[in-house]
């Protein structure tokens, strides 16, 4: 993902009518030309930005699931002591966050939470839900959302697909899957979105199995932005069963651009664990010994092991082999599990 920076522009500052400063004055006038001449520019490329997959969706109808009792916030709740007040100034400045517009606590907790403030994290998993139809996925929050996703920790990742959800109007319900597969079968151009968003929600934990299901049966589409987009979604889903398809479509997709963003989402994106990561390894072993394997998809798979190990043995698949002789093992049972969920999957999806 690219890295978004923010553009800030100082206000002008009038100077004395002098004499002396006729010259400045001109030179002045010289350099705001190109600078006006360019913000057109600027501004193209931030709306053209905003078109991109990451863009709230027009019209989107909104799906609520039943609302429970909401518990007590000890962050928001007033402390007895102001003198503990002033020894807790990170609670004291979440405090008033949570006093804010959904859109501007949304916005500066998921800041914090990047700077890895756990607090700020527990607070957007608690009030996330009472912001859903109060948020627009657009501006600060749209670029927030992407550095969170952009992160090491999966704590942060989960709290930008919780406020990535609630900004696209989609409750953690069956009723969100069903709308989501709709707009699969019904309005292919909207396939990226609902495939990203449906691994999401069965990240969340709404019907993983169901959802696995519903990506398989596109993981072999004609148009390659769909199978694309097939990868995302299983790497936001994030359960063992996403493993295999995701090592299948490494090793066998037509497109280059596929290959190489399954290789990326087994190493370190998406919502995969370590452990859950590591269990890829073998597969990844044999395909690195694989003559059928081209040059440029073996470096995709070196490039997964290193992100996986954090070691570097470049493209010597005797050393990694070496390694991972001297590495714990992943567990059998878990990997077969895995396994059998994906099967079980797969024969869903020829049903559908």
């Not at 709709?182 to 968003?197: C, H």
Request: contains cysteine; neutral net charge; hydrophobic residues 40%.
């Amino acid at each position: 993902m690219v890295d978004q920076q923010n553009i800030i522009s100082e206000p002008c500052r009038s100077a004395p009518q002098t004499k002396q400063n006729s010259r400045t004055h001109s030179m002045g006038t010289a350099m705001i030309v190109p600078i006006l001449a360019a913000i057109p520019i600027l501004v193209a490329l931030h709306f053209a930005r905003m078109r991109g997959p990451w863009v709230n969706w027009e019209n989107s109808t909104p799906v609520i699931a039943a609302s429970n009792p909401s518990s007590p916030d000890p962050i928001s709740s007033s402390s007895n002591s102001s003198e503990a007040e002033k020894k807790d100034k990170p609670n004291l400045e979440l405090q008033h966050i949570t006093q804010l517009l959904p859109q501007q606590q949304a916005e500066l907790l998921l800041e914090r939470a990047i700077k890895h403030n756990d607090a700020a994290v527990d607070v957007i998993h608690r009030r996330v839900d009472s912001w859903r139809g109060h948020l627009h996925n657009t501006g600060r929050l749209f670029d927030l959302v992407i550095d969170a996703l952009n992160t090491d920790d999966l704590r942060v990742r989960s709290a930008a697909v919780e406020i990535d959800l609630a900004a696209n109007n989609l409750a953690k319900s069956r009723q969100s899957v069903a709308l989501l597969v709709r707009r699969l079968q019904n309005e292919p151009g909207r396939r990226p979105f609902a495939l990203w968003r449906l691994g999401a929600l069965g990240n969340r934990g709404v019907e993983p199995e169901n959802v696995l299901g519903h990506l398989l049966h596109f993981r072999h589409d004609r148009d390659e932005q769909t199978r694309y987009w097939v990868v995302e979604g299983l790497a936001m889903l994030g359960t063992d069963a996403s493993i295999d398809p995701l090592l299948d479509l490494l090793a066998h997709d037509p497109s280059q651009r596929v290959r190489e963003r399954a290789a990326h989402n087994l190493g370190i994106s998406g919502m995969l664990t370590r452990q859950q990561r590591v269990t890829a390894v073998p597969e990844l072993l044999n395909f690195a010994d694989d003559d059928s394997i081209d040059s440029t998809t073996r470096a995709y798979i070196f490039n997964a092991l290193r992100d996986i190990s954090g070691q570097s043995f470049g493209d010597d698949a005797a050393a990694w082999r070496k390694w991972w002789v001297h590495h714990d093992s992943p567990s059998k049972s878990s990997r077969r599990t895995g396994i059998q969920q994906t099967r079980a999957a797969h024969a869903f999806a020829i049903v559908a």
